[in-house]
């Protein structure tokens, strides 16, 4: 997550105390974050996590910590001696002292182009924010440069499910903006045919793609997690629960423009005004359905990987201990 600061006119001294309350708060979050992920992840790789425990424990105690929106909203409200007025994109802040009197305002970063370079062999540019490398989405959305999936292998990159795979029984879909609505009957008018021509789509259709995608597993295209973790599908069952599974590493730099790219985790369905429900034994289950499969490892959608832009490693007996769930330490993820 990276987030823009603007001060107001105060001296050095204070713009360094905010900076390091700051670190403090996004530390503490990070700490909570990770040990609500250790009840659902920190299991070992051939081992089912009970349903019940990844909606309760999990979904529930880490909605408010989900995407980047609402992480920065939990290290502002985590922040000691500063009030915090807003409900986003932007909060003002000031010192619990001086309440009426903004120090600065926070809100998520977009790319600044003084931030862009090119690369060699890179077909979208990279940013640098706080030291790490992003890329921007299809709707310029900054997006950690490097992402990671499970995926069989065929010809050098992540493999597709097959197209034929798809189910759209049981879903609905429903949105009040017509516009909204229009680019969801249309990405279920393309969705079975040529993706080549998908990067031409007006950008709410590329982004009802990706949520199509989430509604049906992974078919329409691949899921990509911007963080190595032993991620779980929704009943429990790791994807990599095995020796010898294919993991992949995704330089979304080298990904080409003409391959559709969207960021969903930063997205919030909410604010789109988006609501889903599943068909089951004739009850329709309405929830957060794309914040849930963010949590887990559909934080990214891509149409199609290219080789040149995917490295992979087989997992071995260490990546399926228990403990071992993120994967962050390990030569390979390294990035």
Not at 145 to 173: H, N, S, T
Request: aromatic residues 10%.
């Amino acid at each position: 997550m990276a987030c823009k600061i603007e001060y107001a006119e105060v001296t050095e001294e204070e713009q360094l105390a905010f900076r390091l309350a700051l670190k403090v708060a996004r530390q503490a979050v990070t700490h909570q974050k990770n040990t609500i992920e250790g009840e659902w992840f920190d299991v070992p790789g051939g081992t089912r996590v009970k349903e019940e425990q990844w909606f309760v424990r999990h979904y529930k105690t880490a909605g408010a910590l989900i995407g980047p929106h609402r992480r920065l909203a939990a290290i502002l409200r985590t922040l000691e001696g500063y009030v915090v007025t807003g409900a986003g994109p932007t909060w003002s802040v000031s010192t619990a002292s001086e309440p009426s009197k903004p120090i600065c305002t926070v809100s998520l970063y977009v790319g600044d182009p003084d931030d862009r370079r090119e690369e060699e062999d890179c077909l979208r540019p990279i940013y640098t924010i706080r030291k790490r490398d992003y890329v921007l989405d299809d709707d310029g959305i900054p997006t950690r440069r490097y992402a990671f999936c499970v995926r069989p292998e065929f010809d050098g990159a992540p493999k597709l499910k097959p197209p034929g795979a798809l189910d759209w029984l049981g879903w609905r879909f429903s949105n009040s903006d017509s516009e909204w609505g229009a680019a969801m009957q249309q990405a279920l008018d393309v969705v079975l045919g040529d993706r080549s021509t998908w990067w031409t789509l007006d950008i709410k259709v590329k982004v009802c793609l990706a949520y199509l995608n989430y509604a049906n597993q992974g078919f329409v295209g691949v899921c990509l997690s911007s963080t190595p973790k032993r991620v779980r599908d929704n009943i429990g069952k790791a994807f990599v629960d095995k020796e010898n599974y294919s993991i992949w590493r995704v330089d979304l730099a080298k990904i080409p423009v003409e391959h559709v790219l969207i960021n969903i985790y930063a997205r919030e369905p909410r604010l789109e005004g988006w609501t889903a429900g599943h068909l089951t034994n004739g009850k329709t289950k309405e929830g957060e359905w794309i914040s849930q499969g963010t949590v887990k490892n559909r934080e990214l959608f891509c149409s199609l990987v290219p080789k040149t832009a995917a490295t992979s490693t087989l997992t071995g007996s260490e990546l399926l201990k228990e403990g071992n769930w993120s994967w962050k330490s390990e030569e390979f993820f390294k990035v």
